[in-house]
């Protein structure tokens, strides 16, 4: 009777502890799915939840496309939040989950840190900040498709430069997930949709 007693706790306790990790994922698939992320999204991610950040940060690493709209939408937060120290780090840590290896060697993180610090300090002084972007159709390169260019535009809330700044991206795949290689300011170019 003690026996089966234990096994019926014990295959409650699975049952409970099975229904809330299910939970948890549709939270995830949730964010992706509805495209929830936000700027507050990502804000309160890095400060209470990193883990299930970086869970969603993976699974948008599936598509080029969603790697550039993450970067852009770090860029967004960065620029246009009221960020503290640990605030501040955490996210620049979530973006780098999508910068390749060889892009991370040449940019340490303590280094990417406090440049990019020093920048967005520079911007608040100015009083400017980035609204909102624009992310073109990616086009793709390399024999297995393993490559991608994107453009994107990003607005700023000041006219500074016209108030736009455009940039290509270049991504590769790596065990089917996309890193962003590098980037460039380039040229205006007309995006899609505007």
């Known amino acids: 009777m003690r026996k089966t007693i234990a096994i019926l706790l014990l295959i409650i306790i699975g049952g409970i502890f099975y229904l809330y990790m299910d939970s948890m994922g549709d939270k995830t698939d949730e964010i992706i799915n509805k495209n929830d992320l936000t700027t507050d999204t990502l804000v309160e991610l890095a400060r209470n939840d990193y883990d299930t950040l970086c869970e969603i940060i993976s699974e948008l690493q599936e598509s080029p496309d969603q790697v550039v709209k ?11 939040r009221d960020l503290n120290e640990d605030e501040l780090k955490k996210i620049i840590q979530s973006q780098r989950r999508i910068f390749h290896q060889e892009l991370l060697k040449e940019n340490p993180e303590e280094q990417h840190i ?31 498709n393993d490559k991608a260019r994107i453009k994107a535009v990003f607005y700023r809330n000041k006219p500074v430069d016209g108030g736009k ?5 270049l991504l590769h795949q790596e065990s089917s997930l996309w890193y962003i290689i590098g980037w460039k300011q380039i040229e205006e170019f007309s995006v899609v949709g505007e």
């Not at 993450?70 to 246009?80: D, E, I, P, R």
């Open 165 to 169: 700044i455009y940039q290509e991206f």
């Open 70 to 80: 993450f970067y852009a939408l770090v860029t967004k937060a960065l620029y246009s």
């Open 114 to 144: 406090s440049r990019s610090a020093a920048l967005i300090q520079q911007a608040k002084q100015e009083d400017i900040k980035f609204v909102d972007y624009s992310i073109n159709a990616t086009e793709f390169k390399g024999e297995s």
